[in-house]
Structure formats: structure tokens, C-alpha cells
């Protein structure tokens, strides 16, 4: 997993509450076990239209928003399915931070994972950053993790909280495969006790 870095981008308002993984990353979509491809679906019930064709209406379609990095989010974002899926769609498709008042338990934990940042904001500061990155002019955020604050166009810092472990996790890039091979040794030291002190559960050849 890449290591989290600062971010200074656009933050696209998307304030839809009870948004579920299904409609993150459609089920017919899931057909990939890699974490590359799923950006294109993002979305897709109502980034598209029957036709096919982009839903002008919908906030990541809109030229200035098609580039977002950043995601503010309704409340309850990502409830539904636990699919890892929705949060490899939404990182193939370039959104890095989200920020909302509520996640759902499952995703918000998939997000870590994967190297995506949620932040969780009271109510007063997520309605302040949604009506300002709905003006163009203002849209960009810089998002220190390091520091734990978001910075607006308007020079106002709203910091925010995180458990430090997972705030370490991101910030060096380890995700749980990296967890497991930090352990290794220990694996295989294990397994070479056990074959010692239980042969016969040792798988015979032929």
C-alpha cells in the first residue's frame, strides 16, 4: 500500500445520505479480485444514464469536479454489504480523503486498508465544507494527516481526530498483508516447531 501524503485537490460535494456499497460498486461489477479497473464503475447507476451516456447532473460527471481527490459525503456513506470492492472503486477513480459525519463501521475500516482517508466531522464543520467546495472558486482542500487538520481557501483549520495506529498504518503504507510479513519469522518458526513436536500432522509425500 502506498504511503498516505498530503493532499491538496478538489472535494467534490456528494451529500446523498444512506449511500450503500451497492451503489459505490455495483454487485455486477464485482467480477475482479485486483484493486486496479473498478473506477470506470464507480458510481455507475447514477453516473450514467440508460443510454450509457454520463449523467450530466451527477457532481463527479461535472468538469470541474471530474478530478476530485476529495469526497464530501452524506451521512451513513458506505453502509450495506461489507464488500472491499467499493473502497478499491473509489481509489482507482482518484478519491484519496472522505469526509463525512458517519461512516459505516465495515467501510470505514476497508478504507484503512486500502489507504483511503475518512474523516469524521461534527454536523456544523461537514454543512461548512459542503457549502463551500459547492462554489468552484473554493473547492480545494489541503488535507495534512500528518498533522491531523484540514485546511480551506479561506485559511480556516478544522482539525480532526484519529486513532493513532491507524493514522500510522496510512501514513507508512501498511496494510494487513504488510502486518502479516512483518511476523514472518515468527510464521515459520511455528511451523517448524510444530512439524517437531507433531510429525504425524505432516502431510506425507506420494
Known sequence: ME???????????FTRINVDTDLIIPAENLKTTTRKGLGKDLFSYIRFNDDG???????LNQDHYKDSEILVTGKNFGCGSSREHAVWALKDFG?????????????YNNCF???VLPIILDSKNVDYIIKLVSFKEKSKLEIDLKEQFIKTVE??????????YLKKNLLEGIDDITKTLEKEKLIDDYEINTKKKYPWLEKKNG
Open 155 to 164: 485559511n480556516k483549520t478544522i482539525n480532526f481526530d484519529i486513532l493513532p
Open 3 to 13: 504511503k498516505f501524503k498530503k493532499i491538496v485537490g478538489i472535494a467534490a460535494p
Open 113 to 115: 486498508k486500502n489507504g
Open 53 to 59: 451516456k454520463e449523467n450530466e447532473k451527477f457532481i
Open 95 to 107: 478519491i484519496k480523503c472522505l469526509i463525512g459525519t458517519e461512516f459505516a463501521d465495515i467501510f
